[in-house]
């Protein structure tokens, strides 16, 4: 059995893009799974737990809340979602293969000038968590570091993608690993992806957070110009 889990607290992101997830691996995972919302709003016909129950819930690195449920949540196959991604080709083999290791996003659309210039600042950030794999304990250790040094990382980093990079795979690139870099692409970045719908790619990321900040032009999955948008709302007549 697969274990997927997403968040959603706050208002930025309504209940159909959880429904719409859900609904997204019925069609694309071909593999008996469990869906569970983590939430501070329990959705209809959804799994829901309360994020009110974590202790991280609204730390300021943001999405802390994730490595609390990597280290909660020890099945044999557990996978987590970000809301703000469109499945739309079969994953099944992907989440399906044996896990020995945290398996996370390699963000091969940020410029490679970036490990010269700005990652000796720690202002970069080559890792994504939007669809991250792992199996039992074997991410419990990215939890615990954290709680040992909690009041430092808390003055260090914003993002928990930031604190993993820095506090866990720069220092030992054997603790996690990547997906293969042809699974995913950046809808916003700007990059030969941007506003393009990448037919033979499994999955389309949005990530607006930081664009936001950046006072960036982006869109989101339901008010896109390209055929995306119509792809997550068909996501409504699957059963």
Avoid at 29 to 34: A, D, E, I, T
Avoid at 57 to 73: N, Q
Avoid at 196 to 216: G, Q, V
């Amino acid at each position: 059995m697969i274990n997927f889990y997403t968040f959603k607290w706050g208002n930025k992101y309504g209940p159909e893009y959880v429904i719409r997830l859900r609904n997204s691996l019925r069609k694309y995972c071909k593999f008996s799974f469990n869906f569970t919302c983590i939430t501070d709003n329990p959705i209809d016909d959804i799994v829901c737990e309360d994020i009110r129950e974590y202790k991280l819930f609204s730390e300021s690195v943001f999405t802390a809340e994730k490595m609390e449920l990597m280290y909660r949540k020890r099945n044999e196959i557990n996978i987590l979602l970000d809301l703000d991604i469109l499945i739309h080709n079969d994953i099944t083999d992907m989440v399906t293969e044996p896990c020995d290791k945290p398996t996370f996003v390699y963000t091969h659309w940020t410029p490679n000038w970036h490990w010269k210039e700005l990652v000796p600042k720690k202002t970069a950030c080559f890792i994504n968590s939007s669809f991250v794999k792992w199996s039992g304990d074997t991410a419990s250790h990215i939890f615990e570091h954290y709680m040992k040094n909690r009041e430092m990382y808390l003055k260090e980093y914003n993002s928990f993608d930031k604190y993993v990079f820095y506090e866990h795979w720069l220092k030992d690139k054997s603790v996690l690993k990547f997906w293969p870099t042809d699974i995913f692409y950046n809808y916003n970045e700007q990059t030969e992806t941007q506003y393009k719908f990448m037919e033979d790619r499994k999955i389309c990321l949005f990530n607006t957070s930081h664009l936001i900040k950046l006072n960036r032009r982006y869109y989101e999955l339901n008010n896109t110009p390209t055929v995306h948008t119509e792809i997550w709302e068909s996501y409504d007549d699957i059963e």
